[in-house]
Nanobody
Framework: QVQLVESGGGLVQAGGSLRLSCAAS????????MGWFRQAPGMERKFVAVISRSGDRSRYADSVKGRFTISRDNAKNTVYLQMNSLKPEDTAVYYC???????????????WGQGTQVTVSS
């Protein structure tokens, strides 16, 4: 498995931007598809975005399509989530996760970070 550490969360006004980063340990980062998920209080963890091992494919939840962009730098063992035009409903703890295949379901991801809080004020 791979160890993951997220950073970049914080408090931002509606319409603002944040970039989340997720640093992975180990030399096998490039063998994992990487995903971002989020969980609001009292809600289940939900898919946000996923990127393939090489970075040539990505997929987004409808709620963030056109506003969020996932990317990765395999040389730096890091995956990013650029979040623009943020809305109060984007408020949640954001988690990055690693999976052996390009998937969007929580159960497909075996390694998880500790999460980073994103709060969007109206």
């Amino acid at each position: 498995q791979v160890q993951l550490v997220e950073s970049g969360g914080g408090l931002v006004q509606a319409g603002g931007s944040l970039r989340l980063s997720c640093a992975a340990s180990g030399r096998t980062f490039g063998s994992y598809a990487m995903g971002w998920f989020r969980q609001a209080p009292g809600m289940e963890r939900k898919f946000v975005a996923v990127i393939s091992r090489s970075g040539d494919r990505s997929r987004y939840a409808d709620s963030v399509k056109g506003r969020f962009t996932i990317s990765r730098d395999n040389a730096k063992n890091t995956v990013y989530l650029q979040m623009n035009s943020l809305k109060p409903e984007d408020t949640a703890v954001y988690y990055c996760a690693a999976a052996p295949f390009f998937m969007t379901v929580v159960g497909a991801f075996g390694s998880w970070g500790q999460g980073t809080q994103v709060t969007v004020s109206s």
